[in-house]
């Protein structure tokens, strides 16, 4: 018996296994990273460009910026700008902001969390669906539409109830009127931002609402609780931390917003604590109205405004997507 | 075999739906209250719309409350108090919506006539007597800033989207929550940019590309959440088997994840389009508004929907508000109208085509 060998074939060449990714992968990675990435790129930008154009007004007004409340670009007769005469501060319109959003949430929010409990666990199927696509539509409402109907419809009602309120609360003094002038006053606004969050607020609590664990709603219900009941003892406690955090999204919304203010509001330029007198003013409205006429060293003074009001809203809308996003992990 | 009559069905009885009693109560309770409203109103000094809401709704809350005791006690009379208070709040939710929606017809209506469509306001003022002039020229302004707004913030949205779910990188969580942050940005703040960046330094004037720019910053935080929430759904199999056939990642992404997704993808566009068409903030400051056509995004003024409604509203005439009304019922139904196609878009299952 002749043993012969049978010639192998050629054994492939070996292939190299890798976790290395491809040539093309490498490409993809890298254009979809700078892709993620422009988000940083853009606030990045936005901080640098601001803070380059409004640096020369921090460094004039200093801390007077944000405490005082002059607003004066004095130009001497030559055209040229009287650098130590002139003063910047916003503080007025840093106070009428916070009460404009301050109202803004204290009238919006009860009614955006109460629609909420109302969508996820009272509403029948079909109410439901209607009601949602209405509220999620209103979000896509242009602000200066919600402008020209708190203009024009609004007014006539509101100016009404701001009259009852000081008739019958002018002893608080946020109510008080010192003129007979409610008309285009802060409380008006206030309301028309507040409609202007229930979409954004209501769309949050409700999906907080509908990740509560069904298994501690029906251990409620079996346990005989009635349906108040079962929302103060599973979904309240469940949901308290995420509503906040859609609270405070709505106040950064209402804090930024421009076209709607500005159309409702009469814009003065001095701190008013009386909500139903008619002047008031917040600084993105105020950047409006200035910036047809301003000469280019009051811009810059517009510039570091809208800084200061784009950090304040990326803080609070920071905090607020913090709670939000740590309510939706601790749930599941 | 007999014939055996079938036996009669017991309809079956559901013990949480009213009963016809119940009905008669709730009926009793809402007629009460209505009643008790109007004569109030008509007796003491409380006057005007809000009196009879603000009585309807206190007798309804009371009258209910007391039944319900009657009825089951105290438990079950804070859960209908509590009932009639959430209802109120989606009430009081939905009435805005449905007067903003009203006034728009109402008072827009007026101002729509055939030839809007067809002329600009090149050789009228907004003073004119509403039949003459147009917005051809506003709507496209508002077509042109919307598509090249569009051709800037997609990519950029899809890709953010395509990192936050496929790569998921060292970066997830701080992009995730810059882009978060970014949907926060106020209108008039992109605007403020966009004129320190690029108006000021190289133009030094208005014009379309600039209102593109400063709506793409506003657009990118939408179009990336909504991308990233329908790429999510994306069932991880379909990645797994374009892999296992032996493809790149990038391939696997290119034919297999994104097309399964096309539909949602361009909700996310459409959803993006509708939130700046009528943005107005931005546009006061960068394009201009012209009263003319201009098809060039990068140079001269360029009048657009939100534009018109703002100088119409701002001159303040009769004639002049009819036409921002008219203005802003063309601009809500365009809105409403890729609004509604989103939805539609969005309703279909993913991966369906």
């Not at chain 1, 292939?15 to 992968?25: A, E, L, N």
């Amino acid at each position: 018996m002749s043993s012969q060998l049978i010639e192998s074939p050629a054994l492939p060449e070996k292939r190299v296994i890798t976790t290395r990714p491809r040539f093309s992968d490498r490409v993809f990675r890298a254009v979809v990273t700078s892709g993620g990435l422009s988000s940083l790129l853009i606030l990045g930008l936005i901080l640098a460009f601001l803070l380059y154009n409004g640096f020369d007004t921090f460094r004039q007004q200093g801390l007077h910026f944000l405490t005082s409340s002059s607003w004066q670009a004095v130009v001497s007769d030559s055209g040229k700008v009287d650098v130590a005469n002139s003063h910047f501060g916003i503080a007025a319109m840093l106070i009428g902001t916070l009460i404009l959003a301050f109202i803004a949430v204290l009238v919006g929010v009860p009614i955006s969390v109460g629609a909420a409990i109302y969508l996820t666990f009272y509403a029948p199927d079909s109410i439901k669906k209607i009601m949602v696509t209405a509220i999620d539509l209103m979000a896509a409402f242009p602000s200066v539409l919600f402008g020209l109907w708190g203009f024009f419809v609004l007014e006539g009602s509101a100016e009404y109830w701001a009259k009852l309120l000081h008739k019958y609360f002018g002893w608080i003094p946020f109510f008080r009127l010192d003129a007979p002038y409610v008309n285009r006053s802060p409380f008006i606004a206030g309301l028309v931002l507040a409609i202007m969050i229930i979409p954004i607020v209501t769309s949050i609590s409700r999906e907080i609402f509908s990740q509560t664990p069904l298994d501690r709603i029906q251990a409620a219900y079996a346990l005989g609780g009635t349906r108040f009941a079962m929302l103060r003892a599973v979904a309240f406690p469940y949901a308290r931390s995420g509503i906040v955090g859609g609270v405070m999204l709505g106040l950064g919304r209402a804090m930024g917003e421009t076209v709607a203010v500005y159309t409702v509001l009469n814009i003065v330029y001095q701190v008013n604590w009386h909500i139903l007198f008619s002047a008031g003013g917040n600084v993105a409205s105020m950047i409006l109205l200035k910036f047809g006429e301003a000469s280019p060293y009051e811009i810059k003074a517009l510039m570091a405004s809208g800084l200061v009001l784009f950090i304040l809203t990326l803080i609070v809308n920071s905090l607020a997507n913090l709670i939000v996003s740590r309510t939706g992990k601790s749930g599941r | 075999m007999s014939n055996i009559s079938p036996v009669p069905q017991a309809t079956p009885r559901k013990p949480w739906s009213a009963t016809p009693r119940d009905r008669l109560n709730t009926g009793l309770v809402l007629a009460s209250a209505i009643l008790l409203s109007f004569a109030v109103v008509a007796v003491t000094p409380l006057k005007g719309k809000l009196a009879y809401f603000a009585i309807f709704f206190l007798a309804y809350l009371t009258l209910e409350f007391i039944v319900s005791f009657v009825k089951a006690g105290r438990p079950a009379a804070v859960d209908s108090l509590f009932k009639g208070l959430v209802t109120m709040a989606i009430a009081a939710a939905v009435t805005p919506i449905v007067s903003i929606l009203v006034t728009v017809w109402i008072r827009g209506h007026k101002g729509l006539h055939l030839s809007l469509f067809t002329t600009d306001m090149r050789s009228n003022s907004f003073t004119d007597p509403v039949s003459q002039g147009g917005i051809v020229h506003a709507i496209v302004g508002t077509f042109l800033l919307v598509i090249f707004a569009m051709v800037i913030s997609v990519p950029i949205g899809i890709l953010t989207a395509i990192y936050l779910t496929e790569i998921r990188g060292r970066f997830t969580r701080p992009i995730e929550f810059l882009v978060q942050a970014m949907s926060g940005v106020p209108s008039i703040v992109a605007g403020l940019f966009i004129y320190a960046a690029i108006l000021v330094p190289l133009t030094k004037t208005v014009n379309g590309i600039q209102g593109s720019l400063a709506l793409a910053i506003l657009m990118i935080p939408t179009v990336a959440r909504t991308s990233q929430e329908v790429l999510k759904l994306i069932p991880g199999d379909l990645r797994e088997a374009g892999l296992a056939l032996g493809g790149t990642q990038w391939r696997s992404v290119a034919i297999v994840v994104v097309p399964a997704a096309r539909s949602g993808l361009i909700t996310a566009m459409i959803l993006g389009v509708a939130r700046v068409a009528g943005e107005t903030a931005p546009i006061l400051l960068l394009t201009g508004g012209s009263g003319a056509k201009n098809y060039n995004m990068f140079s001269g003024s360029m009048g657009s929907l939100p534009n018109y409604v703002w100088q119409s509203f701002s001159a303040g005439t009769p004639e002049a508000i009819t036409r921002a009304w008219a203005g802003i019922l063309v601009l809500l139904v365009i809105v409403i109208a890729l609004f509604a196609t989103a939805r539609t878009l969005g309703n279909r299952k993913v991966g369906a085509n």
